[in-house]
């Protein structure tokens, strides 16, 4: 079955650090990958989707994410973080011939100014 | 370009009253999907419609949640009667056609049953 993990709830860092916030998925063929955030009272955000092609892919607001295929993983970075980056921050897999997508439980990032 | 536009955006009623949730998707959008999202249960999909045809509602919790898209611009989720534990903040999602097109959300709607 297709799962999502995001193994860290809470994340805190300070300002102009780097970032990198984990995603590991379980899917049997190349997935759809996605990185949402959440600000408070805010909907869903798309920073950035990987589909196939270059496995680093770029996002809005300074983001990117590598798609590393061997250790299924999809892994959010920053090379500095602003204060306003602190929001919640959801991975999602789809799949082809489903438009469904699996979310993972988050990660919340705080900075610390 | 307008995204989707969720209404209200906060609700608050007594439980028993009927509820129902509003959704505009973005013009051109074949896919609309409605999900719940509660700290315990994270974000959860209650059904999604595709040329206002519902698709796949597996995940509406029980039968007091129905959901209907009666022209391609407009959903509605109504909860009747409703219950403190339907609290929660629905969100609204539409996609284009495509399996390479990514979801785009509402700002969602804050339902708190007394």
């Known amino acids: 079955a297709q799962s999502v993990t995001q193994p860290d709830i809470h994340i805190t860092v300070s300002e102009g650090a780097s970032l990198e916030l984990r995603c590991n998925y379980s899917y049997g063929a190349t997935p759809y990958l996605f990185w949402y955030v959440q600000s408070p009272g805010q909907g869903l955000q798309l920073l950035l989707k990987?589909?196939?092609?270059?496995?680093l892919v770029q996002g809005i607001k300074g983001f990117e994410a590598e798609f590393k295929r061997s250790q299924s993983s999809f892994n959010l970075r920053k090379p500095s973080v602003h204060w306003s980056d602190a929001a919640e921050y959801f991975c999602a897999v789809g799949a082809s011939g489903t438009y469904k997508y699996i979310f993972g439980t988050g990660t919340r990032l705080k900075v610390l100014a | 370009d307008a995204g989707v536009i969720q209404s209200p955006r906060h609700e608050v009623t007594e439980m028993g009253q009927e509820v129902t949730l509003r959704c505009k998707p973005i013009s051109g959008h074949d896919y609309l999907f409605w999900y719940r999202q509660t700290m315990m249960r994270g974000l959860e999909l209650l059904i999604y419609f595709n040329n206002n045809v519902p698709i796949d509602d597996s995940g509406m919790p029980e039968d007091r949640f129905s959901a209907k898209m009666p022209n391609a611009s407009f959903s509605t989720l109504k909860i009747q009667p409703s219950e403190p534990r339907d609290s929660a903040v629905y969100f609204c999602a539409s996609r284009g056609q495509g399996a390479n097109q990514p979801q785009h959300f509402g700002d969602g709607t804050r339902l708190s049953i007394l």
């Open positions: 990987y589909f196939s092609g270059d496995t």
